[in-house]
């Protein structure tokens, strides 16, 4: 099949029963996609209500359990009875928009033979507000935290079969970990579409917010998932600290084709790395060529945008093209996360407007 074929695309519901369902099972009906089937794991076990074996113009299979199953469990299940070509995720509390199958597809186009494609979520809370939920693809950050939801990914059934699994040992946070294991094998794409809506006060993860938000269990499959994952972690953010360190070294002595090349260097080995791209900007500015160093800061912050430091050296950039009014937002919103930050205050004070 060819890349820019329509491949069969598997949707696995992991499914409790919940009211929810139909809801849920609704959003798939409406799909556009052509060549969808849909998975549903009857993970509340046999109590589980019988569903039609078509929603909408997609055929339905189920996959039954005389036993309660756990997420991971359940969702291994879905994966062992998917037969797409591309996977992905919906859970019974949660809603897909118009056209985000089709919408993974058309970003899988784009993906240069990445194996894991996924998109932005909308998360929407119970007293009415929603927020956008991800960041663009980091590997070291993907080592600290999740900002990809199962439900907003598409990956390739290839992955499974080169042994990416769902650890039944992590009770919650097993896409995160998942993630981690695909990481290993392929880069991933992303593209910042917003056709999923994560209901983020429902469910019973604890993972959310309000009543779905549990701190000490949260923390505990948290630093579980460090400790699986550590030396990865830490062999990473040595190797990419001794190319930006070098990067840094080479840029003091004027070598700005050598720090280029390190700074490369260290993004082909942790791609979307925000201090490698830190670095590269501060290349870019050091010859000249401020546009570049705009995008490459601009990345660096979609990437950590609660990092003061990294939205100052964006303000810095800015301030240098001229654009003022972007400049004083980058420090306005570097303060807030740091109100000491002493030379945040100082430019933001020789910005103020009413000095021009």
């Known amino acids: 099949m060819s890349d820019t074929s329509s491949p069969r695309v598997s949707l696995i519901v ?4 919940r009211m ?3 809801a849920a099972l609704d959003s798939v009906a409406a ?13 509340s076990g046999r109590d589980h209500p019988a569903l039609p074996d078509r929603i909408g113009a ?5 996959v039954q359990s005389d036993v309660r199953l756990s997420r991971p469990q359940a969702a291994n299940a879905g994966l062992d009875a998917a037969r797409g070509d591309w996977i992905t995720f919906l859970d019974d509390d949660d809603l897909l928009l118009s056209g985000h199958v089709s919408g993974l597809d058309a970003a899988r186009r784009n993906a240069r033979g ?3 494609i996924y998109t932005l979520a909308l998360g929407r809370f119970a007293d009415g507000h929603t927020e956008t939920w ?3 693809y980091a590997l070291s950050e993907l080592y600290e935290r999740n900002f990809i939801h199962l439900s907003t990914a598409l990956f390739a059934r290839s992955l499974v079969a080169d042994g990416c699994r769902f650890d039944e040992a992590f009770e919650i946070m097993q896409d995160w970990d998942f993630f981690l294991q695909c990481a290993q094998l392929t880069p991933f794409h992303f593209e910042p579409r917003q056709t999923f809506e994560w209901r983020v006060d429902l469910g019973t993860s604890g993972t959310g917010v309000g009543g779905n938000r549990d701190a000490a269990r949260f923390a505990r499959f948290r630093d579980a998932i460090y400790a699986k994952w550590g030396a990865r972690r830490q062999a990473l953010a040595a190797r990419v600290k001794q190319l930006v360190d070098d990067a840094t070294a080479k840029l003091r002595l004027g070598d700005f084709d050598g720090a280029e ?12 790395d925000p201090w490698a791209l830190n670095s590269l900007a501060l290349v870019y500015r050091s010859t000249g060529r401020l546009r570049d160093a705009e995008l490459a800061q601009t990345h660096a912050v979609a990437v950590r945008p609660n990092n003061p430091s990294l939205l100052y050296n964006l303000a810095e950039i800015h301030r240098a ?8 937002g980058c420090l306005q919103r570097a303060l807030e996360l740091a109100p000491d930050f002493a030379s945040a205050q100082t430019m933001l004070a020789a910005l103020d407007p009413r000095r021009e």
């Open 134 to 136: 991800g960041r663009p």
């Open 31 to 43: 799909q556009d996609y052509p060549l969808l089937e849909v998975v549903v794991v009857a993970a």
């Open 20 to 22: 929810s369902l139909r």
């Open 58 to 62: 997609h055929p339905l299979r189920m």
């Open 261 to 272: 090349a390190r700074c490369n260097e260290a993004l082909a080995v942790s791609p979307g």
């Open 14 to 17: 992991r499914s409790s029963a």
């Open 321 to 328: 093209r001229g654009d003022l009014a972007r400049a004083r």
């Open 114 to 116: 990445a194996r894991l």
